[in-house]
């Protein structure tokens, strides 16, 4: 099957901005969008093939076809992974996400093992990311009571280029005026814990899910906020993040890049970064920043063309974990 570009499902929530549909020119009939789930199937948000000979199927569609996908993943009883692209005008709230075997159990869902990469942001802009020293469980629940959380939340400054990666269990937000690319797996159960008082645009609270968050929070310090990207043979290229549901690669390309089809797994590879093209011997696509191309485990050869950065994400060698 050849590469094709994808057409996201847009989301709006009371924290998002207008750089999805400024800067990367998200269709979607409002200004406010805070998440572009570019690679979905879940039901929550498809995703839909948006150039080629396939063009408007859903991607949920077409995975079907076995060789579409590659060997890794099919040892997944389920579709490993998601990605989005997230702006934030305001902070997200104070949140966390379960583990498989409670998302399974308590949601019919699959947990939520994620990682970040920091496109652009405003000066001084943050996140939260885990605890600043190990607390009880007691403690947990009489700081959300009391509304004193935040004294004992990990503040981290990001930057352009910053990566992060959120194991299930680690409690965290984004903070305001960051825009980020999120490789996570695929599934839509968060609990949230704190939301700064604020009222939804039906003028209520929002639902916040205290009690199951408190079973599945880590109360132990965050120390492995920033995984240490590793060099791969290709100079231009760096491994970001590495788990069973994805892998990440950052790719720099300035001079044409010819590439096989991986039978082992499928790529997504989403365009952070200037623009290029992708040529066959039969199609040539042309994209830009913001662009999210999937690429099968069948494809035929290609070229990337172009001055662009690119996240390359795909399934890795489960037998590695």
């Known amino acids: 099957m050849e590469p094709f570009l994808l057409k996201p499902a847009c989301k709006t929530s009371i924290w998002g901005g207008t750089k999805l549909k400024k800067r990367f020119h998200k269709d979607y009939p409002g200004d406010i969008i805070s998440e572009s789930w570019e690679l979905s199937v879940h039901p929550a948000g498809l995703s839909l093939a948006d150039s080629g000979s396939f063009c408007g199927a859903s991607l949920a569609e077409l995975i079907k076809t076995p060789s579409v996908l590659g060997r890794f993943v099919k040892e997944y009883s389920v579709f490993p992974l998601m990605i989005k692209w997230i702006d934030s005008q305001r902070p997200l709230s104070i949140q966390v996400h379960p583990d498989n075997d409670y998302a399974l159990e308590h949601e019919n869902d699959m947990g939520k093992t994620e990682m970040w990469y920091i496109i652009d942001c405003d000066p001084g802009a943050y996140l939260y990311y885990g605890f600043s020293h190990e607390i009880t469980q007691e403690e947990f629940a009489s700081r959300i009571r009391d509304n ?143 662009a999210t191309i999937f690429v099968p485990a069948d494809s035929p050869d290609f070229t990337l063309s172009g001055s662009m950065t690119l996240l390359d994400v795909f399934v890795p060698d489960p037998a590695l974990f």
């Open 148 to 290: 004193s959380l935040l004294e004992v939340v990990k503040k981290v400054p990001v930057k352009k280029g910053d990566v992060f990666f959120i194991p299930s269990g680690t409690l965290h937000a984004i903070g305001p005026g960051i825009l980020l690319a999120e490789v996570q797996q695929s599934s839509n159960v968060t609990y949230r814990i704190y939301d700064y008082g604020r009222l939804d645009t039906d003028g209520k609270p929002r639902q916040l899910h205290v009690e199951k968050a408190i079973e599945v929070t880590r109360l132990a310090p965050a120390d492995d906020v920033i995984p240490v990207p590793v060099p791969l043979a290709n100079p231009h290229d760096t491994l970001l993040a590495s788990c069973p549901y994805f892998a990440v690669v950052r790719q720099r390309i300035d001079t044409p890049r010819h590439n096989s089809g991986d039978c082992s797994s499928f790529h997504a590879l989403m365009c952070v970064e200037g623009s290029g093209t992708l040529e066959t011997e039969t199609q040539k696509l042309s994209f830009s920043a913001g």
